[in-house]
């Protein structure tokens, strides 16, 4: 009992797995970064506040289950204050503002912390302003040193159609929200992490299939088998990050619930709103306290008030994102036919050899059938040879020690086996057992 205390206080005194440490990147880049790399989070009630997510959606993220990343399904899930990033070794909360990366010092995690932290930090910093040019003929000078065209040419543009070209090279320059910037660098870090993957994987696979085409051993089979299982795994892996970008960019809702900034924009102006709704009906309502013939005049503008804060929904334009989850699924899209072609090559491997193995039975067998009908013959042999053994009375003894009797009668029977064996072979020939 004295020792099991012992045992539970020392237990009791150990540090705790870090299991709640997240790493914080917020919009403003690395300055507090440099000093506290990793914030505890103490439980997991805080990190629901701060985020407002479910804690299914925080059980999914434990780093406790990344022993099991191959059961669990990759995801992007928008909830209403921040994104669920759940891919492969690419696990984040992206709100608004910051991101959440748990467990930043593994390894595996590491390299998507500090990319994180460069890529939002170069994003936040104001970059140079050009030095100013004079416009051009039919050009006009922004407040912010941009040249834009001039409301006579624009006009002339739009009228000969090229308004829409316009917005294109005009919307060029226009920033990414931070949510769409961090949302990039986790699905470029899943993207590569796989592909990565995918090329050591071929590294090693072709000269292991080659090799074994060329001598099938223990060794080379065993080889082959490690290979194929990381196949499959990694297949499992780049197969569920490209169903889950294919589901986003089918599902226009789910692009949708990803747009943190417009949406609490929206909300803002929707408070606003609804405040403004509430101002006028507590003015009708002293309105129609005074005066009772404005009763129905304010019951009407109240109607209206009341359709304008309820109506409409919010529907932002999901072109930029849509862009942006196109181009990683033609990326992993392009990782997965790289597998596909490795297994294709694996299964022709596969067929080559059971060919071979194939051919080797069926010598093994031919040569078997060969030598049954050798012992066969030879066995007739035999039996002829101990026939003549028998002591039976018959002229062959009587004949005399110098005649060519006996060896006429040896040769004989040798003679008579060979042409029983190669009548049997040609048999076989006939009837296709033999090559």
Known sequence: MAARRRHVAAGAGAPAPAAGEWAAVTAGGGAAWALSPVEEVGTKQELMRRTGLPPRDLRALDPALSSASSCRPSAITGRDRAVVVNLDRARAVITASEVLVPSPRDPAVAPLVRELRARLALAASPTPAPSPSPPQHGMAVGMDGSISPSPASRGGEEAAGNGKDGEALGGGDKALPFEFRALEVCLEFACKSL??????????????????????????????????????????????????????????????????TEKLAYQSSRFDIDKEASELEDHSSECSSRDEEGVEGGGGGDGDDETIAGGGSFSPNTDELEILLESYFVQIDGTLNSL????????????????????????????????????????????VTGVFGINVHISLYDSPASSAAFPCAAAGIVAGSLALYLAALLCYKRAGILQ
Do not use: F, W
């Open 340 to 383: 596909s072609t490795l297994r294709e090559y694996v299964e022709d491997t596969e067929d080559y050899i059971n060919m071979m193995l194939d051919e080797k039975q069926n010598q093994l067998l031919q040569m078997g059938i060969l030598l049954s009908t050798g012992t066969l013959v030879s066995s007739c042999a035999i039996a």
């Open 195 to 260: 592909e990565h993957e995918t090329c050591t994987l071929e590294k090693e696979a072709y000269p292991a299939l080659d090799e074994l085409s060329s001598k099938v051993s223990t060794l080379n089979l065993e080889r082959v088998r490690q290979i194929k299982s990381r196949l499959v795994a990694i297949s499992g892996k780049v197969q569920k990050v490209r169903d889950e970008l294919e589901h986003l960019l089918d599902d226009d809702m789910d692009m949708a619930a990803l747009h943190l």
